[in-house]
Each structure stands twice: as C-alpha cells, then as structure tokens.
C-alpha cells in the first residue's frame, strides 16, 4: 500500500527555522517527482515547492523562494523541506505529494489529478 508520511512540523518563532520529511513506502519512490504544498486556515491549497524524480532540479513558489529548500534521498526515500526565515504567513498544513510526471512540478500549479499519492500533512504555525 502506497504511503507518504509527513513529519518535523510544530511551533517555530518569526525567523525561526523547521526541516519537513515526507516518508514514502508502498511505490517505487525514485521515479515520482515530489512537491509541497500547503493550507492555510481559511484558503485553498497552495503549490509550495517541486523536485524532480533524480533531484536535478528544483522549483519554488515565489512567496517561499530564498527561504526554502526541497530536496530528496532516493536511497532513504524521503523528501526534505528546510524552512528558514519562517514568516506567520507560512502557518498551513503542510502536504507532500508525488507524481509519475517531472513536468508537473515546474508549472507552480497545483492539479490534484497530476498526483498519485498525498500525505495526510503536518502542522507548521509560526508565531511568536
């Protein structure tokens, strides 16, 4: 059975830092390119951040660019999300989420059908 775990989440201060880990079981992990997305109470769901399926690239919304960094271990299949500078407008749950499908992390759209497999999410709240 296919599984994506989120963990890391929690209470970070204004330019506090958190490091994300999305676990992933059940599927061929190296070949699904991976994003983040999150919810913040109230809004919709929003694209956050897209790695590639060999972590070549990497894609960032523009409200998380030079904060941020996705990254992967195929050999351990986890995605990473470092959060630095954390703003209380990053407060959301905190989705990962994989795709067959490397392109679909580039549009810096969020198209629920482009994914195969979801997390159930972890909290972030920032505030001091």
């Known amino acids: 059975q296919a599984q994506l775990v989120e963990s890391g989440g929690g209470l970070a201060q204004p330019g506090g830092s958190l490091r994300l880990s999305c676990a992933a079981s059940?599927?061929?992990?190296?070949?699904?390119?991976m994003s983040w997305a999150r919810q913040a109470p109230g809004k919709g769901l929003e694209w956050v951040s897209g790695i590639y399926t060999d972590g070549r690239d990497t894609f960032y919304a523009d409200s998380v660019k030079g904060r941020f960094t996705i990254s992967r271990d195929n050999a351990e299949n986890r995605v990473f999300l470092q959060m630095n500078s954390l703003k209380p407008e990053d407060t959301a749950l905190y989705y990962c989420a994989a795709s067959p499908f490397d392109y679909v992390v580039t549009t810096g759209l969020l198209r629920r059908y482009e994914y195969d497999y979801w997390g159930q999410g972890t909290q972030v709240t920032v505030s001091s």
């Open positions: 059940g599927f061929i992990f190296r070949n699904y390119a």
